[in-house]
């Protein structure tokens, strides 16, 4: 598979949805691209970036009791492995990590729609959330939590602090 010709130089860049699959054939790439990809894919993929992602980077933004957060790019390389639902291995990688002024971080996940695997992944988090809970409590004591944020709901009830968010996600908790 070839990269896309605007494919980012630094692993810090944002990787665009339709940079991160590009056909190998270089026939293809100007007269078949949409035809390769899955129906909607694409516009899917934009939609979901551009409407719920960045919604809620401007609430974290403008939260007043979020003292930092960051997307959670891949080349971050927080990750985890876990089970799906069909039996396989696979890797989750969670949207947003945050510290909340009181000092807990928090990660969070945000969904246009729910997956087949998202309560596996969620059971995953959790532990993740509850083992590094554990182990902190030796080097100083952070603790860490999640937050499932489905698009119907943060569209519909949006929440005027991140402490309100936390207290009203609890899908999956």
């Given amino acids: 598979m ?22 190998a054939a ?11 990809l899955p129906p909607l894919v694409a516009k899917i993929r934009e939609s979901v970036r551009d409407r719920l992602e960045l919604a809620f980077a401007a609430f974290l933004d403008a939260a007043p009791d979020v003292r930092a957060f960051a997307k959670n790019y891949l080349a971050v390389g927080f990750r985890l492995d876990y089970v799906k639902a069909d039996g396989d291995l696979s890797t989750y990688t969670p949207d947003f990590i945050v510290r909340a002024t009181d000092g807990k971080v928090w990660i969070i996940e945000t969904k246009g729609r729910e997956e087949m695997d998202l309560p596996q992944t969620m059971a995953r988090l959790r532990q993740w ?7 902190s409590k ?36």
């Fill in 2 to 23: 070839a990269l896309h010709p605007d494919f980012p130089v630094s692993p810090y860049e944002t990787l665009l949805p339709d940079q991160r699959w590009f056909p």
């Fill in 26 to 36: 270089e026939e293809l790439r100007s007269t078949a691209y949409e035809r390769l």
């Fill in 129 to 135: 959330c509850a083992d590094a809970t554990q182990a």
């Fill in 138 to 173: 030796e080097e100083g004591g952070t603790q860490y939590g999640f937050v499932y944020v489905d698009q119907e709901s943060f569209e519909r009830h949006p929440p005027v602090s991140f402490a309100s968010l936390t207290a009203t996600f609890t899908v999956y908790r």
